[in-house]
């Protein structure tokens, strides 16, 4: 590619650029003097056309700069407006529609950072706005007719986390492609299988949940892989290589009945994750009753390989020589459903977790409450196995909280699950003192007021605004809380036989790993960031790649099934285009100025770079880049050039500012 080294301060007949300044209403015109700006933008070199309009990405605002491009009048184009990413290609479009290569476009953000950023300065965010638009009026008279490349997609899916998210995504995919769904654990079901009932409504969640997992089982479309990780992704958009490890579960899965006479006999006892550890299990098991696949596996670190249950199967499903094994496919859409984990409370010493057997967390309590759980359905505290005759919530362990090491933002479903939860123990011990000790009830949805209320009112459970300051052991195992009450302004002491903190959730370490391997950007929180929170709440920002459930934020059951039907939806309309369109904005390696020093593929996220030892050069493979510019910058002989980005784009801009 050659360089034009043009002279932009000076006049090019050939460039006849329009710019058009937008008000946003009053988020730019507030502030910025928009007449200002638009009698400045008219003096700068190429221009021919400025303009102002209320809201240039308003149908009548569209059809001011297509009427323009019609006449002849202009061959490039500069919105001053908000960010790119909002309207980037709302502009782009128009152009591409009247047969003006989109590439000859540039958005000058004079909302967000001018205005806004500005607020009480309007004079100098009139001036930024200034600066903004004679650098893309720069910028714009040096960029290149690009063209964008179609490539075939192929038509099969990926779902990875086969939790409630996971496994409405792959349904809803499933009847029109096949679906690779990849879930870690043995089974699929995630967290909602451990649950007793659902909050508002009171539901069974097995009831609700169990139909779906066999559905899932049974689609001829499916191909379910559990026990398994995705290890590794070549980033090739439409065209995912996908590389699973799948763990070895020493029993055949296609000869195993599920009878379980290989359980009966196994001597190992070990502790069952499901349960979390309140239970026990052998080392040949089956997570759950409803488990799906409905088979079992032995656990290599618990199996003492005594071969009792090789001798006791008798379909010869048992196979120690199963090994690990790599399954690679290929996908032309990937969906993260890998969701969360609950906090753990361990850190906060005040609340004695691990410390005094009484104290357990929601989901423990959840446990407690199933009718196939540790204690088939009966609440005991685990210090005698004795019914509380009173028990304490405390929320938000672990959430909310600002304090170096904690989660600052809200769990969202601690207060309803705490509610759901004191509410069943009432209705089986209606004699005994329910608390919850809250800092705000947050019954944002459907249902959840009313349920709230419900609760205080006819199930008399007592709540108490207020913080935990201490928890102390009494001698019969009861539990002293003191209690700040930010109510009455006093602290008093409260004793209850049974103490369960409403802990936090937070993404699972599978969430932070796969997010990293896809390149999909994380919050400071760690939760994976979707593209706009607004208008692409499901999409990330690499193209093919969707998000659901709470590996995107904290969220309840209803909120996570949207989001998965929501990401099936856009994996779908990805998909069934047959072809994907390469955005030009790849970098490329100019050989003869490369001196092979390889720094470019080291510091490539995309793994997008390999060094070709014939010709001595680094070389980028253009399906792979996303256009990021870590190569250009790092490069110490200038050998790399991004389109649309290059060099000579850049410095044009920066140049402007000293035009006289």
Known sequence: MTDNNNNFKSS??????????????????????????????????????AKNYKFMCSKNGQQIIADDIKAGLINRVVVASCSPLMHEETFRRVLRENNLNEFYFEQANIREQASWVTLYDPKGATEIAKDHVQMSVAKVSNNLPLERQKLPITQEILVIGGGITGIFAALDLANKYKVYLVEKSPTIGGHMAQLDKTFPTMDCSACITTPKMVEVGRHPNIKLITYAEVTNVDLTVGN???????????????????????????????????????????????????????????????????????????VGAIDFSDKDKIIDIKVGAIIIATGYEPIDPSNLTQYGYHKYKNVITALEMERLLSSYGPTLGKIVRPSDHKPPKSMAFVQCVGSRDFHEGFNKYCSRVCCMYAIKQARQFKEKYPDAEVYIIYMDIRSFGKGYEEFYEIAAREYGIKFIRGRVGDVYEEIDKSLTLRVSDTFLGEIFELK?????????????????????????????????????????????????????????????????????????????????????????????????????????????????????????????????????????????????????????????????LFWD
């Open 496 to 656: 209850v036989d049974l103490l369960v903190l409403s802990v936090g959730i937070k993404p699972s370490s599978d969430t932070i790993q796969i997010g990293r391997m896809l390149g999909v950007q994380q919050t400071e929180d760690g939760f994976l960031m979707e593209a706009h929170p607004k208008l692409r709440p499901v999409d990330s920002l690499s193209e093919g790649i969707f998000i659901a459930g709470t590996c995107q934020a904290p969220k309840d059951i209803p909120d996570s099934v949207a989001q998965a039907k929501a990401a099936a939806s856009g994996a779908d309309n990805f998909v069934s285009k047959g072809f994907v369109e390469i955005e030009p904005y790849y970098s490329y390696v100019l050989s003869y100025k490369c001196s092979g020093c390889k720094s470019c593929i080291s510091v490539c996220p995309y793994n997008a770079i390999s060094f070709n030892p014939i010709i001595k050069s680094s070389e980028i493979n253009i399906l792979k880049c996303k256009g990021c510019g870590t190569c250009m910058i790092t490069c110490p002989s200038g050998a790399i050039e991004q389109n649309h980005f290059t060099y000579n784009q850049l410095t044009s801009e920066v140049e402007s």
């Open 240 to 314: 995912f290589k996908v590389q699973i490890l799948q763990k070895a579960k020493k029993v055949n899965q296609d000869l195993c009945t599920g009878c379980g006479s290989c359980a009966e006999v196994c001597p190992v006892t070990t502790g069952n994750e499901f349960d979390l550890n309140m239970s026990h299990r052998g080392a040949v098991y089956i997570p759950f009753p409803q488990a799906v696949p409905s088979k079992y596996l032995i656990d290599s670190n618990a199996c003492i390989e005594c071969k009792l249950c090789e001798k006791a199967c008798e």
């Open 12 to 49: 090019n007949s050939d460039l006849k650029i329009g710019v058009y300044v937008c008000h946003c209403g009053k988020n730019i015109a507030g502030v910025v003097d928009v007449d200002e700006v638009t009698e400045y933008a008219k003096k700068l070199p190429n221009v021919v056309i």
